[in-house]
DNA sequence: CATGAATGAGCGTTCATTCAT
DNA sequence: TATGAATGAACGCTCATTCAT
């Protein structure tokens, strides 16, 4: 289920057909950023170390961004469209309402769980008050089309008349999101200081399936009220 | 609502009279540290930096502390102490078992809403994987009495017919804060990613009444089975 | 053979007579700082660990010195007059010339090697050009009486006809006390660029043999002519 | 008959072109460092100083020498080096034994009165009980040819009747080595408490006659008994 | 007198970035 | 274009010394 990373980047999708040395080169390092910035953050990343990453010269990496923080931006458009891409690949349409949100949770809950990568990143990022993904403009309203269809199964539940009414998407879809990013991104400090070991075998399952329960409980609350208003 | 941090910090509880500087200058330096820390992570405070928050030199810091880990250490145990001895003035036997869980969940959030800085800090601790708390004995297992208040009341809640069974109590205050936490932790990223400004008057307070209204669905949800099991 | 060295110290042979705790804390503060400059010399001696050393706090250090320096300079000085005094408890007019030359030999290396201190010392006093001893006016000419006796001694031999003519004092005692204090000094070098462990059990002992025949040696040749210059 | 420093490091034996312009850096930096720990020894000796003698910036020091503690190593290394291979230039073969002694002695003495840093750094590495020497491989046993050679020219000695039985040769060595050097590292302190001057002009020839005299002596004491043991 | 908190210059080291080759 | 030597500001930390209590 977790697909390997070197194959996984969003930026490979691009035509590759002629041997374009530069964008493969763009990439290793792309990569080897992703690496460095997941397992020690922003500012815990060293160039340094990056450029041994990729085997180059530190460089190279001036040479292809001008700096710390524009290879930041790169590898944060990067692994952005590589999450829109996965969600892309869910076609929500093909399922029932509960089918589909059972779908949707799952799969983005899998892919935090595949990517650890993803939490650190954006939480180096929101530490930085998203200064970096402010500058992109391939990522801005990014999940606009995600939440669109999410709104659809929605209506659709609702039309089927299993699905509660007034449902803000946005605020639903930040829930669906954020119960398995947190779980996942403060598993180390939840461990102490509930003396429980989150990162034991089955934890993530066990999360899963608590969340799912959550969302869908809420979701199926059909009052009777709902019809009329 | 929100309370200034020179009185709200667990630390000063103790009576702190002018005998004793050494004791009244460790505070102003986790004070300081707190700041400097939730400002720019744990790699991106400056002990410099620190230090001019005091008022003092740099030495001092060192004469209280023995390195950057252990002040770090010490702001987390501060900060951990606050928050759950606000936790403990909140009474949830005075409640009704619904009641109980909103206030619970809107105490919860606004602490968080209150204190920016505990999530900064705490998500710079997981980027660490709990190094520091690790080596802390004040917080370890702090949150055990809480959660035992909080399955009591979901036990009420059960015994009255209200609330549903099968509820993982561990899971389900991990589920509580972390609706809360990862809005106002993401909402930088979010507000891009959603092109919809969570940063606006009015956005925090939608929130707390989605999250809350998504938990009380879920325990609500009483199902004719649950009786029989 | 060897004394210890609470006990030994040139200082404390001044009369003691009235309880002057001034004057025991003194000597307290220069046994804790012979022992800190002598194990890490003197740029690496610590005034903090001195205090340690004390028991006391670091301002009565500056109470009775000034300075690190001066500290130094009592040190130094302590320590010489140590040495003198036990020089002075070696009386070689009892002894027939070339036991009284196996007696001074010894008597100084066995100082040494008891006295590890001494060489630390002495050595980091010279690495300074001797900048402290300079200051001091107790230790000035204070080898003068010695080598004054050691040239009797020279002079008995050279009478009786068993020591050579020409001997210069000061070249000689340089001589004595340099086999044995460049030996004990330079140990650790010497016992990797021989690839022979001087410090093994015995080599203290060997050294102090091959010295005093290489000196012995050197004393009795008498040559034919030395009595008709 | 003192060579400049520049020409005289045991590193540029090597051909340096002006191709690598590291393999030059490295012995700039060499050559500063080993200035700079001589005149203040290893604690006494500050990383921004030698930057300041390389007349580059501080990080260079450590983009060639990961800490002071590896550079003080590398300073030993050369200057052993240096030294090995000035007693190479000394073919003993070519003498008979009294002037080969003679010329082993003098060049010896030769080589410290003309590398007084050669004294200051061993002094301190003494000091700190040879740790940095036991980490070099190429110092290790280094002068284990020249003490066979001496050994060498002992016998031939002995064979002739003019030397003594029974010489240790690493004792003698150290002797050798010792009597000038602990007077040339140690003039400072025993000109106070000798009041005799020797840093003034003619000491060091003086000592070298002395100490020459001296083992020669030894040496040349040829006992009746010797041949018949 | 004695304490130990406080100072501040300075230490060994790091690191994003530049630039000669 | 690619390398890696070089830069220099700044980092975490130390330490001899001072000073209020």
């Known amino acids: 289920m977790v697909e390997k990373r070197k194959r996984d980047s969003a930026s490979d999708a691009k035509p590759v057909g002629k041997k374009r040395d530069a964008e493969r080169t763009r990439l290793v390092i792309i990569q080897a950023a992703r690496e460095e910035f997941a397992e020690n953050g922003y500012d815990g990343a ?56 059972r779908e949707l949770i799952a799969h983005t809950y899998n892919y935090f769980v595949n990517h650890p990568e993803f939490i650190v990143l954006v939480n180096s990022e929101n530490l930085m008050k998203s200064q970096h993904l402010e500058r992109s403009q391939s990522v801005r309203s990014m999940f606009a089309p995600l939440s669109h269809r999410l709104g659809e199964l929605i209506s659709r539940g609702q039309e089927q008349g299993i699905f509660r009414a007034n449902v803000d998407i946005i605020e639903l879809y930040i829930s669906i999101v954020g119960l398995g990013y947190f779980f996942l991104s403060n598993r180390w400090t939840l461990s102490v200081v509930f003396n429980r070991d989150l990162l034991a075998e089955g934890a993530e399952e066990k999360r899963l399936a608590h969340m799912t329960e ?8 059909v009052k009777p009220m709902d019809g009329l208003k």
């Open 214 to 221: 959550l969302v869908l409980d809420y979701l199926r609350n």
């Open 46 to 101: 060293r160039t340094d170390r990056i450029a041994v990453r990729t085997g180059m010269s530190k460089g190279v990496l001036y040479h292809y961004f001008n700096s710390k923080d524009d290879l930041f931006v790169a590898v944060l458009e990067d692994i952005y469209l590589e999450l829109r891409s996965q969600n892309e690949a869910l076609v929500l349409d093909d399922f029932e309402p509960e089918a589909g949100i």
